[in-house]
Protein backbone atom coordinates (compact mmCIF):
# COMPACT_ATOMS: atom_id res chain seq x y z
CA UNK A 1 0.00 0.00 0.00
CA UNK A 2 1.14 3.11 -0.85
CA UNK A 3 2.03 5.99 1.99
CA UNK A 4 -0.29 8.35 0.62
CA UNK A 5 -2.80 5.59 2.24
CA UNK A 6 -1.08 4.51 5.17
CA UNK A 7 -1.11 8.36 5.69
CA UNK A 8 -4.20 8.98 5.49
CA UNK A 9 -5.20 5.88 7.85
CA UNK A 10 -3.43 8.13 10.58
CA UNK A 11 -5.59 11.51 9.39
CA UNK A 12 -9.13 9.93 9.39
CA UNK A 13 -8.37 8.54 12.91
CA UNK A 14 -7.32 11.87 13.72
CA UNK A 15 -10.92 13.05 12.20
CA UNK A 16 -13.09 10.24 13.27
CA UNK A 17 -11.79 10.61 16.63
CA UNK A 18 -12.54 14.45 17.11
CA UNK A 19 -16.41 13.30 16.85
CA UNK A 20 -17.81 11.88 19.81
CA UNK A 21 -19.37 8.65 19.33
CA UNK A 22 -19.81 7.98 23.09
CA UNK A 23 -21.94 5.24 24.47
CA UNK A 24 -23.95 5.87 26.43
CA UNK A 25 -25.53 7.98 25.30
CA UNK A 26 -25.23 6.07 22.10
CA UNK A 27 -24.40 9.54 19.48
CA UNK A 28 -22.97 7.36 16.72
CA UNK A 29 -24.91 9.56 14.08
CA UNK A 30 -22.33 12.81 13.12
CA UNK A 31 -19.48 9.72 12.46
CA UNK A 32 -22.34 7.82 10.71
CA UNK A 33 -22.39 10.90 8.39
CA UNK A 34 -18.79 11.30 8.03
CA UNK A 35 -17.99 7.86 7.24
CA UNK A 36 -20.94 7.88 4.56
CA UNK A 37 -19.52 10.93 2.95
CA UNK A 38 -16.04 9.45 2.91
CA UNK A 39 -17.45 6.40 0.84
CA UNK A 40 -19.20 8.41 -1.17
CA UNK A 41 -16.54 10.58 -2.13
CA UNK A 42 -14.48 7.48 -2.87
CA UNK A 43 -17.81 6.36 -5.67
CA UNK A 44 -18.76 3.69 -2.98
CA UNK A 45 -21.92 2.86 -2.49
CA UNK A 46 -23.36 2.84 1.17
CA UNK A 47 -26.85 1.75 2.88
CA UNK A 48 -27.53 2.58 5.71
CA UNK A 49 -29.93 0.01 8.21
CA UNK A 50 -31.74 1.73 11.19
CA UNK A 51 -31.54 0.07 14.21
CA UNK A 52 -32.90 2.94 16.52
CA UNK A 53 -33.86 6.36 16.17
CA UNK A 54 -31.41 8.37 15.15
CA UNK A 55 -28.55 5.36 14.76
CA UNK A 56 -27.93 3.16 12.29
CA UNK A 57 -25.41 0.80 10.69
CA UNK A 58 -23.61 1.15 7.93
CA UNK A 59 -22.66 -1.10 4.83
CA UNK A 60 -20.53 -0.74 2.10
CA UNK A 61 -19.29 -3.10 -0.79
CA UNK A 62 -16.87 -3.62 -3.48
CA UNK A 63 -16.40 -6.60 -5.92
CA UNK A 64 -17.48 -9.92 -6.54
CA UNK A 65 -21.37 -11.56 -7.31
CA UNK A 66 -23.88 -11.49 -4.09
CA UNK A 67 -23.73 -15.03 -3.67
CA UNK A 68 -20.29 -15.82 -2.81
CA UNK A 69 -18.76 -15.51 0.84
CA UNK A 70 -17.83 -11.85 1.81
CA UNK A 71 -14.74 -10.27 3.58
CA UNK A 72 -16.59 -8.65 5.92
CA UNK A 73 -14.76 -5.74 8.15
CA UNK A 74 -17.35 -6.08 10.92
CA UNK A 75 -16.24 -2.59 13.36
CA UNK A 76 -18.19 -0.60 15.97
CA UNK A 77 -18.37 3.43 15.81
CA UNK A 78 -19.38 3.94 19.20
CA UNK A 79 -16.98 4.33 21.98
CA UNK A 80 -17.35 4.47 25.99
CA UNK A 81 -17.49 7.93 27.56
CA UNK A 82 -14.45 9.84 27.81
CA UNK A 83 -14.67 9.76 31.55
CA UNK A 84 -12.18 11.01 33.95
CA UNK A 85 -8.54 11.18 34.75
CA UNK A 86 -7.81 12.17 31.51
CA UNK A 87 -4.44 14.68 31.11
CA UNK A 88 -4.82 15.33 27.41
CA UNK A 89 -8.17 16.65 25.52
CA UNK A 90 -9.79 13.09 24.84
CA UNK A 91 -10.56 14.43 21.36
CA UNK A 92 -8.28 16.54 20.42
CA UNK A 93 -6.86 13.21 18.56
CA UNK A 94 -2.99 14.44 19.57
CA UNK A 95 -0.09 13.07 18.29
CA UNK A 96 2.83 13.45 20.49
CA UNK A 97 5.49 10.46 20.80
CA UNK A 98 4.69 8.64 18.10
CA UNK A 99 1.26 8.37 19.30
CA UNK A 100 -2.17 9.72 18.73
CA UNK A 101 -3.92 10.45 22.24
CA UNK A 102 -7.83 10.25 22.71
CA UNK A 103 -11.24 8.46 23.52
CA UNK A 104 -11.30 5.85 20.70
CA UNK A 105 -7.89 5.63 19.11
CA UNK A 106 -6.98 2.09 19.82
CA UNK A 107 -11.07 0.59 20.77
CA UNK A 108 -11.36 1.45 18.16
CA UNK A 109 -11.60 4.70 15.37
CA UNK A 110 -7.98 3.50 14.59
CA UNK A 111 -9.01 -0.27 13.57
CA UNK A 112 -12.43 1.24 11.81
CA UNK A 113 -10.16 3.97 9.69
CA UNK A 114 -7.36 1.24 8.51
CA UNK A 115 -10.84 -1.01 7.08
CA UNK A 116 -11.49 1.97 5.55
CA UNK A 117 -8.90 3.02 3.75
CA UNK A 118 -8.13 -0.43 2.53
CA UNK A 119 -11.57 -0.20 0.93
CA UNK A 120 -10.55 2.87 -0.86
CA UNK A 121 -7.39 1.25 -1.80
CA UNK A 122 -9.15 -2.07 -3.14
CA UNK A 123 -11.24 0.79 -5.39
CA UNK A 124 -8.33 2.42 -6.56
CA UNK A 125 -7.28 -1.38 -8.04
CA UNK A 126 -10.66 -1.55 -9.71
CA UNK A 127 -10.47 1.65 -10.93
CA UNK A 128 -7.64 0.55 -12.63
CA UNK A 129 -9.41 -2.35 -14.08
CA UNK A 130 -8.41 -5.19 -11.85
CA UNK A 131 -11.69 -7.32 -11.75
CA UNK A 132 -12.72 -8.24 -8.31
CA UNK A 133 -13.65 -11.84 -7.85
CA UNK A 134 -15.21 -11.53 -4.34
CA UNK A 135 -16.70 -8.92 -2.44
CA UNK A 136 -15.22 -7.07 0.39
CA UNK A 137 -17.53 -5.24 2.71
CA UNK A 138 -17.22 -2.76 5.76
CA UNK A 139 -19.89 -3.37 8.56
CA UNK A 140 -20.32 -0.30 10.69
CA UNK A 141 -22.15 -1.08 13.76
CA UNK A 142 -23.77 1.12 16.68
CA UNK A 143 -24.24 -0.06 20.24
CA UNK A 144 -21.40 -2.41 20.68
CA UNK A 145 -20.11 -0.48 23.60
CA UNK A 146 -23.34 -1.95 25.63
CA UNK A 147 -24.55 -5.31 27.02
CA UNK A 148 -27.11 -5.52 23.98
CA UNK A 149 -25.09 -5.11 20.99
CA UNK A 150 -27.79 -3.90 18.89
CA UNK A 151 -25.86 -2.95 15.87
CA UNK A 152 -24.58 -6.41 15.20
CA UNK A 153 -27.43 -8.03 15.96
CA UNK A 154 -29.57 -5.85 13.32
CA UNK A 155 -26.72 -6.53 10.69
CA UNK A 156 -27.20 -10.62 11.46
CA UNK A 157 -30.51 -10.11 11.00
CA UNK A 158 -30.31 -8.01 7.34
CA UNK A 159 -28.03 -10.61 6.40
CA UNK A 160 -24.75 -8.83 6.25
CA UNK A 161 -23.09 -11.48 7.82
CA UNK A 162 -23.30 -14.62 6.45
CA UNK A 163 -22.01 -18.16 7.80
CA UNK A 164 -19.91 -18.61 5.46
CA UNK A 165 -18.15 -15.13 5.52
CA UNK A 166 -14.85 -13.90 6.50
CA UNK A 167 -15.37 -11.64 9.67
CA UNK A 168 -12.50 -9.41 11.22
CA UNK A 169 -13.16 -7.29 13.74
CA UNK A 170 -10.37 -4.53 14.16
CA UNK A 171 -10.76 -4.45 17.64
CA UNK A 172 -6.87 -3.55 19.41
CA UNK A 173 -5.34 -6.96 19.39
CA UNK A 174 -1.56 -5.65 18.95
CA UNK A 175 -2.08 -6.54 15.43
CA UNK A 176 -2.27 -10.59 16.48
CA UNK A 177 -4.55 -12.45 15.08
CA UNK A 178 -7.04 -13.71 18.27
CA UNK A 179 -9.81 -16.37 17.36
CA UNK A 180 -11.19 -17.12 20.52
CA UNK A 181 -13.21 -15.11 23.09
CA UNK A 182 -14.77 -15.73 26.20
CA UNK A 183 -18.60 -16.39 27.24
CA UNK A 184 -19.62 -12.85 28.85
CA UNK A 185 -22.80 -12.61 30.41
CA UNK A 186 -24.38 -9.83 33.08
CA UNK A 187 -27.18 -10.76 35.75
CA UNK A 188 -28.82 -9.15 38.42
CA UNK A 189 -30.06 -11.38 41.58
CA UNK A 190 -32.59 -9.06 43.60
CA UNK A 191 -33.07 -10.69 47.04
CA UNK A 192 -36.17 -9.99 49.40
CA UNK A 193 -36.78 -10.18 52.69
CA UNK A 194 -38.66 -8.92 55.49
CA UNK A 195 -38.05 -5.46 57.49
CA UNK A 196 -37.75 -5.26 60.81
CA UNK A 197 -36.56 -3.49 63.81
CA UNK A 198 -32.71 -3.47 64.57
CA UNK A 199 -33.21 -4.06 68.14
CA UNK A 200 -35.53 -7.17 67.20
CA UNK A 201 -33.37 -8.30 63.91
CA UNK A 202 -35.17 -12.06 64.82
CA UNK A 203 -38.44 -10.21 63.84
CA UNK A 204 -37.42 -9.96 60.14
CA UNK A 205 -35.93 -11.62 56.88
CA UNK A 206 -32.03 -10.06 56.15
CA UNK A 207 -32.18 -9.40 52.27
CA UNK A 208 -28.43 -7.62 52.80
CA UNK A 209 -27.15 -11.17 54.59
CA UNK A 210 -28.17 -13.50 51.84
CA UNK A 211 -26.60 -11.11 49.25
CA UNK A 212 -23.72 -11.43 51.01
CA UNK A 213 -23.87 -15.17 51.51
CA UNK A 214 -24.22 -15.16 47.53
CA UNK A 215 -21.40 -12.89 46.88
CA UNK A 216 -18.98 -15.18 48.99
CA UNK A 217 -20.35 -18.47 47.80
CA UNK A 218 -19.77 -17.10 43.84
CA UNK A 219 -15.97 -16.22 45.12
CA UNK A 220 -15.46 -19.64 46.35
CA UNK A 221 -17.40 -21.35 43.33
CA UNK A 222 -14.80 -19.53 41.09
CA UNK A 223 -11.77 -20.15 43.27
CA UNK A 224 -12.49 -23.94 42.87
CA UNK A 225 -12.97 -23.88 39.02
CA UNK A 226 -9.80 -26.10 37.80
CA UNK A 227 -10.64 -26.21 34.24
CA UNK A 228 -8.70 -24.20 31.91
CA UNK A 229 -8.44 -23.14 28.17
CA UNK A 230 -5.75 -23.14 26.39
CA UNK A 231 -5.99 -20.00 24.64
CA UNK A 232 -8.86 -18.81 27.43
CA UNK A 233 -7.87 -19.41 30.76
CA UNK A 234 -10.33 -19.78 33.53
CA UNK A 235 -13.34 -19.32 34.31
CA UNK A 236 -13.86 -15.37 36.24
CA UNK A 237 -17.17 -14.35 38.55
CA UNK A 238 -16.74 -10.95 39.62
CA UNK A 239 -20.02 -9.69 41.82
CA UNK A 240 -19.66 -5.77 40.55
CA UNK A 241 -22.32 -3.58 42.21
CA UNK A 242 -24.28 -3.96 45.38
CA UNK A 243 -27.14 -1.91 46.65
CA UNK A 244 -29.73 -2.31 49.84
CA UNK A 245 -31.58 -1.58 52.85
CA UNK A 246 -32.91 1.59 53.60
CA UNK A 247 -32.11 2.63 57.28
CA UNK A 248 -29.46 1.94 59.53
CA UNK A 249 -32.01 1.03 62.29
CA UNK A 250 -33.98 -1.25 59.85
CA UNK A 251 -33.04 -4.78 59.11
CA UNK A 252 -32.52 -4.65 54.98
CA UNK A 253 -36.07 -6.00 53.19
CA UNK A 254 -34.32 -5.69 49.88
CA UNK A 255 -30.92 -6.03 48.19
CA UNK A 256 -29.70 -6.04 44.54
CA UNK A 257 -26.27 -7.33 43.12
CA UNK A 258 -24.69 -7.31 39.82
CA UNK A 259 -22.37 -10.04 38.66
CA UNK A 260 -19.85 -10.44 35.87
CA UNK A 261 -19.03 -14.05 34.92
CA UNK A 262 -16.47 -14.50 32.03
CA UNK A 263 -16.47 -18.59 30.85
CA UNK A 264 -14.54 -20.82 28.97
CA UNK A 265 -16.36 -23.96 27.37
CA UNK A 266 -18.10 -26.52 27.94
CA UNK A 267 -19.70 -23.86 30.39
CA UNK A 268 -22.89 -22.35 28.17
CA UNK A 269 -24.91 -19.24 29.07
CA UNK A 270 -27.52 -21.79 30.48
CA UNK A 271 -25.04 -23.77 32.84
CA UNK A 272 -24.02 -20.24 33.92
CA UNK A 273 -27.26 -18.81 35.00
CA UNK A 274 -28.13 -22.09 36.48
CA UNK A 275 -25.08 -21.70 38.74
CA UNK A 276 -26.60 -18.30 39.51
CA UNK A 277 -29.63 -19.68 40.49
CA UNK A 278 -28.26 -22.36 42.86
CA UNK A 279 -26.09 -20.59 44.40
CA UNK A 280 -28.80 -17.68 45.08
CA UNK A 281 -31.39 -20.65 46.63
CA UNK A 282 -28.86 -21.88 48.46
CA UNK A 283 -28.08 -18.49 50.13
CA UNK A 284 -31.68 -17.61 51.04
CA UNK A 285 -31.91 -20.62 52.74
CA UNK A 286 -29.45 -19.81 54.87
CA UNK A 287 -31.30 -17.30 55.79
CA UNK A 288 -35.21 -17.87 56.73
CA UNK A 289 -37.82 -15.60 55.20
CA UNK A 290 -35.82 -14.76 52.28
CA UNK A 291 -36.05 -15.11 48.00
CA UNK A 292 -33.88 -14.35 45.45
CA UNK A 293 -34.84 -13.83 41.52
CA UNK A 294 -32.17 -14.13 38.75
CA UNK A 295 -32.45 -11.41 35.80
CA UNK A 296 -30.01 -11.23 32.49
CA UNK A 297 -28.78 -7.61 32.15
CA UNK A 298 -27.07 -8.76 28.70
CA UNK A 299 -27.45 -10.28 25.35
CA UNK A 300 -26.54 -13.87 25.10
CA UNK A 301 -22.77 -14.06 24.75
CA UNK A 302 -21.23 -17.12 24.69
CA UNK A 303 -17.44 -18.59 24.07
CA UNK A 304 -16.51 -18.29 20.69
CA UNK A 305 -13.92 -20.76 19.40
CA UNK A 306 -13.20 -19.98 15.41
CA UNK A 307 -11.15 -21.61 13.49
CA UNK A 308 -8.16 -21.06 13.55
CA UNK A 309 -6.82 -23.61 10.81
CA UNK A 310 -9.47 -22.15 8.27
CA UNK A 311 -8.47 -20.99 5.35
CA UNK A 312 -9.75 -17.57 6.42
CA UNK A 313 -7.03 -17.96 8.92
CA UNK A 314 -4.36 -19.26 6.92
CA UNK A 315 -4.84 -16.24 4.61
CA UNK A 316 -4.17 -13.65 7.40
CA UNK A 317 -1.64 -15.14 8.79
CA UNK A 318 0.31 -15.33 5.72
CA UNK A 319 -0.27 -11.64 4.88
CA UNK A 320 1.04 -10.98 8.37
CA UNK A 321 4.15 -12.39 7.44
CA UNK A 322 4.75 -10.52 4.24
CA UNK A 323 3.05 -7.62 4.80
CA UNK A 324 4.84 -6.91 8.67
CA UNK A 325 6.75 -9.77 9.57
CA UNK A 326 4.88 -11.23 12.13
CA UNK A 327 5.06 -14.75 12.72
CA UNK A 328 1.33 -14.41 14.09
CA UNK A 329 -0.05 -17.88 16.10
CA UNK A 330 -4.32 -17.80 17.36
CA UNK A 331 -4.72 -16.22 20.89
CA UNK A 332 -7.76 -15.75 22.79
CA UNK A 333 -9.30 -12.57 24.77
CA UNK A 334 -11.36 -12.18 28.47
CA UNK A 335 -13.72 -9.58 26.77
CA UNK A 336 -16.44 -9.59 23.81
CA UNK A 337 -17.15 -8.06 20.36
CA UNK A 338 -18.86 -7.82 17.43
CA UNK A 339 -17.49 -10.63 15.96
CA UNK A 340 -17.64 -12.92 18.92
CA UNK A 341 -21.87 -11.87 18.76
CA UNK A 342 -21.86 -12.72 15.03
CA UNK A 343 -20.33 -15.78 15.10
CA UNK A 344 -22.53 -17.22 18.25
CA UNK A 345 -25.85 -16.32 15.58
CA UNK A 346 -24.87 -17.55 12.54
CA UNK A 347 -22.43 -20.46 13.22
CA UNK A 348 -19.88 -18.58 11.60
CA UNK A 349 -16.27 -20.22 12.79
CA UNK A 350 -14.29 -17.78 10.47
CA UNK A 351 -15.04 -14.42 13.29
CA UNK A 352 -11.81 -13.40 13.69
CA UNK A 353 -10.11 -9.99 16.05
CA UNK A 354 -6.86 -8.33 14.80
CA UNK A 355 -6.39 -4.47 14.94
CA UNK A 356 -4.36 -1.91 16.04
CA UNK A 357 -3.67 -1.00 19.34
CA UNK A 358 -3.26 -2.50 23.08
CA UNK A 359 -6.97 -3.71 24.70
CA UNK A 360 -4.59 -2.57 28.03
CA UNK A 361 -5.29 1.34 26.57
CA UNK A 362 -9.03 1.20 26.41
CA UNK A 363 -11.65 2.33 28.33
CA UNK A 364 -8.99 4.33 30.60
CA UNK A 365 -7.98 7.82 30.86
CA UNK A 366 -4.93 8.88 28.14
CA UNK A 367 -6.24 6.26 25.83
CA UNK A 368 -3.55 5.98 22.70
CA UNK A 369 -2.59 4.17 19.50
CA UNK A 370 0.88 4.02 17.97
CA UNK A 371 1.02 5.83 14.39
CA UNK A 372 3.30 3.02 13.92
CA UNK A 373 1.07 0.28 14.57
CA UNK A 374 -1.94 2.28 12.80
CA UNK A 375 -0.06 2.39 9.50
CA UNK A 376 0.70 -1.41 9.43
CA UNK A 377 -2.99 -2.25 10.07
CA UNK A 378 -3.78 -0.48 7.28
CA UNK A 379 -0.66 -1.86 5.10
CA UNK A 380 -1.87 -5.62 6.24
CA UNK A 381 -6.27 -4.76 6.04
CA UNK A 382 -5.33 -3.30 2.08
CA UNK A 383 -3.35 -6.18 1.18
CA UNK A 384 -5.75 -8.84 2.72
CA UNK A 385 -8.85 -6.72 0.79
CA UNK A 386 -6.71 -7.09 -2.25
CA UNK A 387 -5.50 -10.64 -1.72
CA UNK A 388 -9.26 -12.03 -0.88
CA UNK A 389 -11.18 -10.07 -3.48
CA UNK A 390 -8.72 -11.40 -6.18
CA UNK A 391 -9.32 -15.08 -5.22
CA UNK A 392 -5.80 -15.70 -4.99
Known amino acids: MDNEFLDETVALTQELVRIRSENPPGNEAAVADRVEGYLRDLGIGVERDAVEEGRDNLIAELGGRGDKPALVFLNHMDTVPAGEGWTRDPFAAEISGGKMWGRGTCDMKGGLAAGLVALKWLKLKADRGTRLQRPVRCCLVVDEEC ?49 AHAAAPENGADAIRAAAKMVLSLQEVSSKMDSSHPLLGK ?52 VPGTSA ?3 VLSVDRPPILSDSQSEGAKIIGEILRETIGVNSGSGG ?55 FALGK
Not at 153 to 162: F, P, Y
Not at 341 to 361: E, S
Open 293 to 295: TIG
Open 147 to 195: AWMRGVSTAVERGRIKNEDLVLSCEPTSLELKSAQKGAMWYEAVFSGKS
Open 235 to 286: TTIVTSVIGGGSKTNIVADACRIEVDVRFIPPLGVSDVRKLLENTADEACRG
Open 333 to 387: VSYYSDAGLAAARTGNRQCFLLGPGDIAQAHGPDEFVEIGELKKAAAVFGRLAER
